[in-house]
């Protein structure tokens, strides 16, 4: 079963930037899409961005342009860049798997997922 650790979460003033980390303890057909959502206590879980085994990448409209994900397939890890960051992303990222071949930005479809992140940006 494929195990997946966020890293990288912290406190930065608005304006600056963080790389998220997740480590997958092996790349198989349950990553073939890899994903980061967030969370804010009260809120459902939103997506944020999506990645799949061919590169293709897909962003929500609140962090398109300041946010940029990738993965290592040699590394086994999944990147989160952001940049130019605001408070209103302060959530717990997660970093999520699914077999998956083509992305989809609903939780439910993510079968595996990482323990989460905090990101608190102030301004």
């Known amino acids: 079963q494929v195990q997946l650790v966020e890293s990288g979460g912290g406190s930065v003033q608005a304006g600056g930037s963080l790389r998220l980390s997740c480590a997958a303890s092996?790349?198989?057909?349950?990553?073939?899409?890899m994903a980061w959502f967030r969370q804010v206590p009260g809120k459902k879980r939103e997506w944020v961005s999506s990645?799949?085994?061919?590169?293709?990448?897909d962003y929500s409209d609140s962090v398109k342009g300041r946010f940029r994900i990738s993965r290592d397939s040699v590394q086994n890890t999944l990147y989160l860049q952001m940049s130019s960051l605001k408070p209103e992303d302060t959530a717990m990222y997660y970093c999520?798997?699914?077999?998956?071949?083509?992305?989809?930005?609903?939780?439910?479809?993510?079968?595996?997922w990482g323990q989460g992140t905090q990101v608190t940006v102030s301004s």
């Open positions: 999520a798997a699914t077999s998956l071949a083509f992305c989809t930005r609903y939780a439910d479809n993510y079968k595996r």
């Open positions: 092996r790349y198989t057909d349950d990553t073939r899409c």
């Open positions: 990645i799949n085994t061919g590169g293709t990448t």
